[in-house]
């Protein structure tokens, strides 16, 4: 599989009427752009594309309108947006276009004008499948709308993307295991899965500091992630990212899993459970553990700074150990020698 790569052009605060208790967006209600703004826009998204295209692989990447949900916003501006962008795919100078949205923001009309211009990948922020959940946070709909949209992208040939959240008011393990498993059930080609982060401003954030709300400590949130996570890798289903993007505003956010680098905790995590599970019963006690993986997985094996080892070493007593390259897409391997 060719991995795809993205050329990123945010929207942002645009296209979203609703007022969901975690998101931080300023809303503007029927706010229009004058049409000298849409087409000053249409041309940043020419001079974004044009820049990036200098160091990347065409037949392999996608111009991707993020920040926003973009068929919800006025529709000149979309077509606009969806006419730039049509032309590097017409003239084979990018493979296709990605956005997000909400659920509630698709029908049968507007797939078809997403298909006409190009567009190859819909991702759908449906956050959560319980209805207890989707109330909690204000969403604006129910779980049927979730099924329902996700099944017109598919059913119309689009890859579907799934975006969900864990930690959010009245989820739980068991309701984010659900939602992974609905996700996987509504035919998600990939995922992103978002551990909640509280920022200031939102309603979420006034719950927080009244204590009706309680955020997920880093390490839940890194267990709940890795729960979900499991769920996808049984059926397939690729995961595009985990947590936010490093930003000054994730960095000054109150409360929540607002790391960094949450992925790779999570990632870590999954290793460190495999590993375990390969070390079994084995003698280990004062041991060398050379630890074999995927040449890209080296980091997350070892954990966060280093983290894995630490706690190998503490849980099973071993003198050393050593994270190792095993060649691309190479399968965990795990061997114990009493020395060098």
């Given at each position: 599989m060719i991995k795809h790569k993205n050329i990123p052009f945010f929207i942002p605060h645009s296209g979203c009427k609703n007022n969901c208790t975690f998101c931080s967006q300023t809303k503007i209600t029927g706010f229009s752009l004058p049409i000298q703004e849409i087409t000053e826009e249409a041309e940043r998204l020419k001079q974004v594309v044009d820049a990036s295209l200098i160091y990347l692989n065409g037949a392999e990447t996608q111009i991707a309108f993020f920040g926003g949900s973009f068929t919800g916003i006025e529709r000149e501006r979309m077509l606009l947006l969806l006419e730039t962008a049509w032309e590097y795919v017409k003239s084979g100078k990018i493979a296709g276009i990605r956005l997000s949205t909400r659920p509630d923001y698709i029908d049968e009309e507007i797939l078809s004008t997403l298909k006409r211009y190009g567009v190859t990948h819909i991702e759908l922020g449906?956050?959560?499948?319980?209805?207890?959940?989707?109330?909690a946070t204000a969403r604006g709909h129910g779980r049927e709308v979730c099924f329902k949209n996700a099944k017109l992208i598919v059913d119309a040939g689009f890859q579907f993307v799934g975006q969900m959240m864990v930690g959010l008011p009245c989820s739980t393990t068991e309701s984010e295991i659900r939602t992974a498993e609905d996700i996987v059930s509504m035919g998600a080609s990939a995922v992103r899965i978002?551990?909640?982060?509280?920022?200031?401003?939102?309603?979420?954030?006034?719950?927080?500091?009244?204590?009706?709300?309680?955020?997920?400590?880093?390490?839940?949130?890194?267990?709940?992630?890795l729960a979900c996570l499991k769920v996808f890798r049984k059926a397939g289903v690729d995961i595009l990212r985990i947590g936010l993007h490093a930003s000054e505003e994730l960095k000054k956010a109150p409360f929540g899993a607002n790391h960094p680098a949450i992925g790779e905790l999570v990632y870590g995590e999954e290793l460190f459970e495999q590993i375990c599970i390969e070390i079994g019963a084995q003698s280990t006690r004062d041991k060398i553990l050379r630890i074999y993986v995927a040449d890209d997985k080296v980091s997350a094996a070892s954990g966060l700074n280093g983290r894995n080892k630490k706690r190998l070493k503490e849980l099973y007593g071993f003198k050393k150990i050593k994270v190792l390259k095993n060649g691309k897409n190479a399968p965990l391997k795990v061997m114990i020698e009493a020395e060098e």
């Open positions: 449906l956050q959560s499948t319980d209805p207890d959940v989707l109330e978002y551990p909640t982060v509280v920022f200031e401003g939102t309603k979420l954030y006034e719950q927080c500091v009244s204590g009706v709300y309680k955020p997920l400590s880093l390490d839940d949130a890194v267990k709940r992630s």
